[in-house]
Structures are given as structure tokens and as C-alpha cells.
Nanobody
Framework: QVQPVESGGGLVQAGGSLRLSCAAS????????MGWFRQAPGKEREFVAA???????HYADAVKGRFTISRDNAKNTAYLQMNSQKPDDTAVYYC???????????????????WGQGTQVTVSS
């Protein structure tokens, strides 16, 4: 069992950068896939990125080439580096942990068991 806790959100101007961190307490962090999701006002929560092993990653089309997900298993932490940010990136960003299993759809919320409380990211134009 792990408990994700997000940090690093804030206000940034369009074109700027932020890095979100997700510290996961508990054991066996490396055995979990870590995902980032976001929910904008009035919209459903959507997939942003996921990292399974240190080199297996998935991204939503909206963030490809701008966002980078990574993990440091020694620190039990996952990261989301967000560059070239746009006002449409404004949302509450959630970190989640789920089992690594063949056939899992890492872009789906259903894959993830443990969720953080979220951190607000606001991109001004």
C-alpha cells in the first residue's frame, strides 16, 4: 500500500514551466505504476501521463512533447515536468498509484488504486 502526496503546483504564465512531485509513502513503490491525471473546472478528470518502469511511459496527446514524467524509486517519488504551458493546462493535478500487470490500461483511472488529494496548477495567459 502507498499513499501519494502531490506538491509543486502554483501559478505560472503561459509558456512557463512547473515541476510537480508525488511522494508516495509505503513499501514497494517500485512495484507500482504511477499516473498523473488532471481535472479542469466543469470537466471530467483526464489522463495526463503514466510511468511504469523507468523507461516505459505513456502520454496524452495534449501534453506530448511538453510534459515529461519520471520517477526516482530510491526516493519513492514520481515527477511531472511541465514545459511550454498553456492556459488549457489549468487544472487540479492528481497523482495515482496502481499495480503493474500485463494488459493494464495505464491511461484509465480504473487501473489506479491509490490517489492523492491533488494540487492546483493555474496557467495565466
Amino acid at each position: 500500500q502507498v499513499q501519494p502526496v502531490e506538491s509543486g503546483g502554483g501559478l505560472v504564465q503561459a509558456g512557463g514551466s512547473l515541476r510537480l512531485s508525488c511522494a508516495a509513502s509505503g513499501r514497494s513503490f517500485s512495484s507500482y505504476a504511477m499516473g498523473w491525471f488532471r481535472q479542469a473546472p466543469g470537466k471530467e478528470r483526464e489522463f495526463v501521463a503514466a510511468i511504469i518502469s523507468w523507461r516505459t511511459t505513456h502520454y496524452a496527446d495534449a501534453v506530448k512533447g511538453r510534459f515529461t514524467i519520471s520517477r526516482d524509486n530510491a526516493k519513492n517519488t514520481a515527477y511531472l515536468q511541465m514545459n511550454s504551458q498553456k492556459p488549457d493546462d489549468t487544472a487540479v493535478y492528481y497523482c495515482a498509484a496502481g499495480p503493474i500487470m500485463f494488459g493494464n490500461r495505464y491511461y484509465s483511472e480504473e487501473t489506479y488504486i491509490y490517489w492523492g488529494q491533488g494540487t492546483q496548477v493555474t496557467v495565466s495567459s
